[in-house]
């Protein structure tokens, strides 16, 4: 059935739109709302016995894979490596048997993930794919898949697919960290009320629009652009860059915020605006003097935070972004939605074609 773009300019707008719908809509499948529990589907193996996991995937759902990293290091302290999946299969790491392999794909049809996929099976890794086309080929390969429930994604440019993977990773998380026995009721309770709480924080991201905009004309105006966070955020970052390159085809690179004066810090002038995406929480003020650093070399800061962080960072940042804030846990969802907006509104100064970007394809099914 072909979508329509229901009043919006382009299905990008359209599908930016539905992030907290998507959201909502991905978390029903895996929470039972009256214990506040996350159920996974019947999975044929053990959770408790994986000894690793290795997560691949390409482009946007590769980043959102580094965030699950994050997470499921962090929380569930299962040891995990990551690579797009035009790397691992060439880097062909010796893996255990029975390992979690982890794919990610809004297509299910990327051929360099199809071919991490079968690469990972034929060395003995229960696969689980995160797949928002259910019917495709990964889907038909692999051991389980979770789904996210983000509907068609027409524009080039993955958006809501995104957040509704990383709201599966999030309860895979959660499993796991259960499973390993590092999760209690109540510290379940607190992370799934969390998630819960997204759909309606994600609708307040929208009342920020005109700030987001304003940000865009110094965006609009630069030839080159650095994206920086710290942590889960340093994803983010990537995924911001990501969508700057691809759909306003204005140079981007992201670093970690802590890396910056390791390198990109050279470029730093006031003709290369540095965008940062810093939450209050336990990195914030690493991540502060890493900006104050780029200040002093005459960089334009334009900074996504929240509520808590904003007083601080209006200090030293031309624009200052805040979305609400919420549990660091959820952060990284949260705060992908306004730097993907950025993007957007910045095709709209530069006039460029945002559905469908030059040389780029929605599934890339050539390796
Ligand atoms: C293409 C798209 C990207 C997408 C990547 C992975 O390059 O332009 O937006 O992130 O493929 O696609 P997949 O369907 O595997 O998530």
């Known amino acids: 059935a072909s979508v329509g773009k229901d009043g919006y300019r382009h299905y990008m707008e359209k599908e930016l739109h539905e992030h907290p719908v998507v959201i909502g809509q991905t978390l029903q499948r895996l929470i039972d709302p009256a214990t506040r529990r996350v159920v996974m589907p019947e999975l044929p193996f053990d959770l408790a016995a994986i000894p690793r996991a290795v997560v691949t995937a390409c482009g946007s759902a590769f980043y959102a894979g580094m965030i699950g990293r994050y997470w499921i290091e962090q929380y569930a302290r299962l040891p995990v490596d990551i690579d797009v ?46 797949l928002n086309v259910e019917q495709s080929t990964m889907a038909r390969e692999s051991d389980a898949v979770l789904g996210t429930v983000a509907g068609p994604e027409i524009s080039v440019a993955s958006t809501k697919a995104f957040t509704a993977q990383l709201s599966v990773l999030a309860c895979l998380t959660i499993a ?172 709209l100064l530069k006039g460029t074609d945002v559905d469908q970007p030059r040389n780029l394809a929605k599934s890339v099914t050539v390796e």
């Open 85 to 130: 999946a035009s790397e691992m299969r060439y880097r062909n790491p010796p893996l255990a048997q029975g390992g979690l392999g982890l794919l990610i794909s809004q297509s299910g049809e990327t051929a360099d993930t199809l071919a991490a996929l079968r690469g990972m099976r034929a060395v003995g890794q229960h696969i689980v794919s995160v």
């Open 176 to 347: 796991l960290a259960r499973a390993r026995g590092l999760m209690d009721g109540a510290m379940e309770e607190a992370m799934v009320t969390a998630l819960l709480d997204l759909p309606s924080k994600a609708t307040e991201v929208f009342e920020r629009h005109d700030e987001i905009r304003r940000m865009a004309t110094i965006v609009a105006e630069a030839r080159d652009v650095l994206y920086l966070g710290r942590g889960a955020m340093f994803p983010v970052a990537l995924e911001g860059a990501l969508k700057l390159k691809e759909i306003t085809y204005i140079h981007a690179e992201a670093y970690a915020a802590g890396e910056m004066k390791h390198g990109p810090i050279s470029l730093i002038d006031s003709s290369v605006p540095v965008v940062a995406t810093v939450p209050s929480g336990p990195l914030f003020d690493k991540t502060l003097s890493n900006l104050q650093e780029a200040r002093a070399r005459g960089g334009r800061l334009l900074v996504f935070t929240d509520m808590e962080g904003a007083p601080r960072l209006r200090e030293i940042a031309e624009c200052v972004v805040a979305i609400p804030t919420v549990d660091e846990f959820v952060a990284p969802i949260l705060q992908t939605i306004p730097v993907q907006i950025l993007a957007y509104e910045v095709a």
